[in-house]
Every structure is written in C-alpha cells, then in structure tokens.
C-alpha cells in the first residue's frame, strides 16, 4: 500500500543521495547506487538518442539500496534492493521512492531476523 506521506527522491538524483523513515522502531535509509552492470543494450527498448544520452551520462542505471538500524545499531546495509532502474531518465524520478517504499517489507523482515539472531547470540553468552 502506498503511503502518502513516505519521504520522496530529488527529481534529480545522485549516486548516494538518501531518504529516510521510520516503522515499527526502525530506521530505514534507501540509497541511490550506481548499476555497472546494466546498459541500454540489455533491452531494445531505448532509441538510438536515448543511447547517446546514456553515453553523455545525462542518465544511469542505478539500484535503490535500503539498508535498516534500531536505536542506532545497523542490523543490515543491504536489506533489500532492486537493480537496473532507469534514473534521471526523463521524468521526475519519484519511481525510485515507490521502489524503496516497495522493498520496506522485505527490508523490514530481514531487520526483525538478524534482530532475533542477536537476541538469541546475547542469550548464549549471558
């Protein structure tokens, strides 16, 4: 479900701009990265123009990275991710905190796991 009030991307983003937010205690960063690996040529979708954009580096591919703390405690760096995400491509780029907002739950799950993965380490040597 889409939140209203979630935090929004620059319509011109960098590699390493961020939003933030919070949900059940805790604390989400999505993180713009730079995709190496993919390239107009991956798909016969782009037209020749917007190849040479690409190549003038007026537009990238990036992955939306969203890694997840409590109370300060990073629990993970990477969390959840997509990959191969057209950006400043032409629009506003308010896609990409769709994206993150999308990867919460997945993020969120893999957080409450190394969360109880802690809890339990902290038990056996106490």
């Known amino acids: 479900?889409?939140?209203?009030?979630?935090p929004q991307?620059?319509?011109y983003v960098c590699v390493g701009?961020?939003?933030q937010w919070e949900k059940d205690g805790f604390d989400f960063v999505a993180r713009i990265?730079?995709?190496y690996d993919s390239k107009p040529s991956d798909s016969d979708c782009h037209t020749p123009e917007q190849i040479t954009s690409w190549e003038k580096d007026e537009w990238f591919f990036c992955g939306v990275v969203v890694a997840v703390s409590i109370k300060g405690i990073e629990l993970d760096h990477h969390a959840a991710s997509l990959w191969g995400?057209?950006?400043?491509?032409?629009?506003?780029?308010?896609?990409?905190?769709?994206?993150a907002q999308e990867l919460e739950s997945?993020?969120?799950?893999?957080?409450?796991?190394?969360l109880s993965r802690i809890r339990e380490l902290l038990k056996v040597q106490a």
Request: aromatic share 10%; hydrophobic share 35%; with cysteine.
């Open 17 to 19: 701009d961020t939003i």
């Open 106 to 114: 997945e993020a969120l799950e893999v957080a409450k796991k190394e």
């Open 85 to 99: 995400i057209e950006c400043n491509f032409g629009s506003d780029n308010a896609y990409l905190s769709e994206v």
């Open 33 to 35: 990265a730079h995709d």
């Open 1 to 6: 479900m889409k939140k209203d009030n979630f």
């Open 9 to 11: 991307f620059s319509s």
